[in-house]
């Protein structure tokens, strides 16, 4: 099984109740940016490779790989750390569910 994780700024009743992503405020780019360049990630300016798998940088969010099928663990890391710059969230919107960054924590912590 599959989990993309989108970082953003999003409603979050709308993700639970009807998977529906309503951007509230686009992440700021130039902290994505300077992530992606910290880093070291390879791409076009909007899709990156990070630890194998696509990163894309989508209309006012980040859509990151979490579980493809193992933890992408520099991509939770990368998560975290847009985590802690923007004060974003994380949707697993195939689930319809807000992701805790403990739960993140958890993951990589359980890939080790």
Not at 4 to 29: E, M, Q, Y
Not at 98 to 108: A, N, Y
Request: with cysteine.
């Amino acid at each position: 099984m599959f989990h993309r994780l989108l970082a953003g700024h999003f409603k979050a009743d709308a993700v639970v109740s009807s998977r529906t992503l309503n951007v509230v405020r686009p992440i700021d780019l130039e902290a994505v940016s300077r992530l992606v360049e910290e880093a070291g990630l390879e791409g076009d300016g909007r899709t990156f490779k990070i630890a194998g798998d696509t990163m894309k940088i989508a209309d006012g969010y980040v859509d990151c790989p979490w579980l493809m099928p193992q933890v992408n663990r520099e991509s939770v890391k990368f998560m975290l750390r847009l985590c802690e710059e923007t004060e974003c969230m994380f949707v697993d919107l195939g689930h319809g569910e807000v992701v805790d960054t403990g739960v993140l924590r958890e993951s990589i912590a359980a890939a080790r």
